[in-house]
């Protein structure tokens, strides 16, 4: 006798109330002169804001090591409560909130020896959490930044192989907007016209 797989459940909103700890938007170390700022909104299929989706945050550190720091989810040691980050350690980890108008942001480092962030989408709605790239320009070499290689993205103006694998209209999605000194613009549309590239393992 065979049986039929149990339905997924979807992933949220929940998570937004259990996942989301202090400093969880702060991943650079506080103070740090090399410090850039990534945001945006999680928009439906609709174009409107998710206010209560939570977009994770993993890179290499700017030597381009991968193995992290500790120093996340430091704890007090009387309560026992989260008390986030210790503000000197470079965990390469960050989980980013969005507030009541879909926005989300996280101030970290430039990734060294690629030049993107991956990213973890948890939103209502969505069965599993979406896997997605988010690449910064200056670092692909494009625009003004074209010939430098800000924080170790040496190798990238060759040419990715996911950018590579893509046409000119879904890989602008995946594309960064420079909007300021060391600050950039990432929107996650999770369906619809402008859909972001998601990715999947196996």
């Known amino acids: 006798m065979s049986h039929a797989p149990t339905p ?7 998570y937004g109330y ?8 702060e991943v650079a170390p506080a103070g740090h002169p090399d ?11 609709q174009g409107a804001p998710v206010p209560d989706a939570i977009v994770e945050t993993w890179q290499s550190a700017p030597d381009g090591s ?10 007090d040691p009387a309560t026992g409560k989260v008390i986030g980050r210790d503000g000197v ?3 390469g980890f960050g989980r ?19 030049p993107y962030l991956c990213l973890a989408v948890f939103a209502r709605g969505v069965v ?33 192989p996911l950018l590579r694998s ?3 209209e879904r890989r602008a999605t995946l594309i960064a907007a420079r909007t300021g000194p060391r600050t950039y613009r990432f929107d996650i549309r999770l369906q619809g016209d402008d859909e972001t590239v998601f990715l999947e393992f196996s």
């Open 8 to 14: 997924s459940q979807t992933v949220g909103p929940f």
């Open 18 to 25: 259990a996942l989301p700890f202090p400093g969880g938007c």
């Open 35 to 45: 410090t850039l700022t990534v945001h945006g909104y999680v928009l439906d299929g």
């Open 66 to 75: 991968r193995t992290g720091l500790p120093g996340t989810l430091r704890r």
């Open 89 to 91: 350690g470079f965990t």
């Open 96 to 114: 980013a909130p969005t507030d009541a108008a879909g926005h989300w942001f996280v101030r970290t480092l430039p990734p060294g020896g690629v």
């Open 128 to 160: 599993h959490h979406l896997y997605t790239r988010v690449y910064l320009p200056d670092l692909l070499g494009e625009g003004e930044g074209k010939g430098q290689s800000e924080g170790g993205g040496q190798g990238a103006r060759a040419g990715d």
């Open 166 to 168: 893509l046409d000119a």
